[in-house]
């Protein structure tokens, strides 16, 4: 059960008693309160980071049911799959989800995040904005139950982490690329300030490394993330760099832009360019081609991120060597990639 602050420990920290911490932290009028005793009560307030609870104070200790859960992007299928899978646990074990959109603000996130702990919900499951370390302070420090999924909280390490191995989903896909002959690639990544999820670029110059290829034939750009920023890289580093054979998308939103521009643009796939992606949207295996891609397993994440909240409610210890939960990814091939090897004289 998490450790939040109570009137009675404000109301000690401030020399007096929990009724009048209560009349100041409510702001009720009609009974006259020193200013002093008002600046001592909410000054202990704030130190010791109270938060009022919304619900009836017939809760106390009791379990609410409710897990919350953030995500950045409903648009994105990796996240409404983790949603859907994490719901299936939930459901079976009686409870019901509050589900919400930080739409990646960092300032939305805290605001959120906030009138949950209000809720005093029995648990937070959260992909989080590039504050998440610093928005999730409180909630760590209460003790109150939390599941991160996808992106790590940089900066803090003793935390319950599912996620994907982000620098092997840019490792395989980039390593299949040169597998087939292509020794000039571009990569359409994200400027995401995140650690982990800058390691899909990292991994592809890592993988012209490790296979003796010229890092000059890897051309990398970065970007915003949505499907307009998408075609707008494609576009650009097809122009600086027209000798490229193949584009690796690192995210599927970019992807789906992308890959709008080059049938827009007569760019036939792959006879032309080859395209490999990260994630596995659902057009992705629309038509008689598909696209080769390198699956996150969403699905699981959902469903160990669930399970693992629940044994957080359940009381259950996590020892420290299993706080962090990394799946692998697995590379799915369609007809996207085209093998030039024979193009370059068999040359691997």
Same mark, same amino acid.
């Given at each position: 059960m998490a450790n939040f602050t109570t009137l009675k420990d404000v109301a000690a920290r401030a020399g007096t008693t929990a009724a009048t911490v209560s009349y100041i932290l409510n702001d009720k009028k009609g009974r006259y309160v020193s200013p002093e005793m008002r600046d001592k009560v909410?000054?202990?307030?704030?130190?010791?980071?109270?938060?009022?609870?919304?619900?009836a104070s017939s809760l106390k200790g009791k379990h609410t049911k409710l897990v919350a859960i953030l995500v950045p992007q409903f648009e994105n299928q990796f996240f409404t799959r983790i949603i859907s899978? &994490?719901?299936?646990?939930?459901? *079976?074990?009686?409870? @019901?989800?509050?589900?919400?959109?930080?739409?990646?603000?960092?300032?939305?996130?805290?605001?959120?995040?906030? +009138? $949950?702990?209000?809720? +005093?919900? @029995?648990?937070?499951?959260?992909?989080?904005? /590039?504050?998440?370390f610093e928005n999730?302070?409180?909630? +760590?420090?209460?003790? $109150?139950?939390?599941?991160?999924?996808d992106r790590p909280l940089s900066g803090a390490d003793d935390y319950n982490w /599912?996620?994907?191995?982000?620098y092997e989903c840019g490792y395989k896909g980039a390593e299949y690329l040169i597998e087939k002959g292509h020794r000039k690639?571009?990569?359409?990544?994200?400027? *995401?300030?995140? *650690?982990?999820? @800058? &390691?899909?670029? $990292?991994?592809?110059?890592?993988?012209?490394?490790?296979?003796?290829? @010229?890092?000059?034939?890897?051309h990398i750009i970065n970007g915003g993330f949505s499907a307009d920023e998408g075609r707008r890289m494609t576009r650009e580093i097809l122009e600086q760099h027209p000798d490229i054979t193949a584009l690796f998308y690192g995210f599927n939103m970019q992807a789906v832009g992308g890959v709008d521009y080059l049938c827009k643009s007569g760019i036939a796939i792959p006879e032309k360019l080859s395209v490999a992606l990260i994630g596995s949207p659902e057009w992705a295996y629309v038509g008689y081609n598909g696209f080769t891609h390198v699956d996150m397993d969403e699905y699981n994440l959902g469903i160990a991120a669930a399970q693992r909240m629940m044994d957080l409610i359940n009381g259950k210890e996590i *020892?420290?060597?299993?706080?962090?939960?990394?799946?692998?990814?697995?590379? /799915?091939?369609?007809?996207?990639?085209?093998?030039i090897n024979q193009e370059r004289g068999g040359i691997i």
């Open positions: 909410l000054a202990a307030a704030k130190e010791l980071n109270y938060i009022k609870c919304a619900g899978a &994490a719901e299936s646990v939930f459901v *079976s074990h009686g409870y @019901d989800l509050i589900i919400t959109n930080t739409f990646d603000n960092p300032v939305r996130e805290k605001d959120i995040l906030y +009138r $949950m702990v209000r809720q +005093r919900v @029995d648990g937070i499951i959260i992909t989080p904005t /590039v504050k998440g999730t302070e409180n909630i +760590r420090q209460a003790g $109150m139950n939390l599941v991160v999924v /599912v996620t994907t191995k982000n690639i571009g990569y359409v990544g994200w400027n *995401s300030g995140i *650690s982990d999820l @800058d &390691a899909r670029a $990292m991994a592809v110059l890592d993988a012209f490394f490790d296979h003796g290829i @010229d890092k000059a034939g890897c *020892s420290p060597e299993k706080l962090h939960i990394r799946q692998d990814c697995f590379l /799915v091939e369609a007809a996207s990639v085209k093998d």
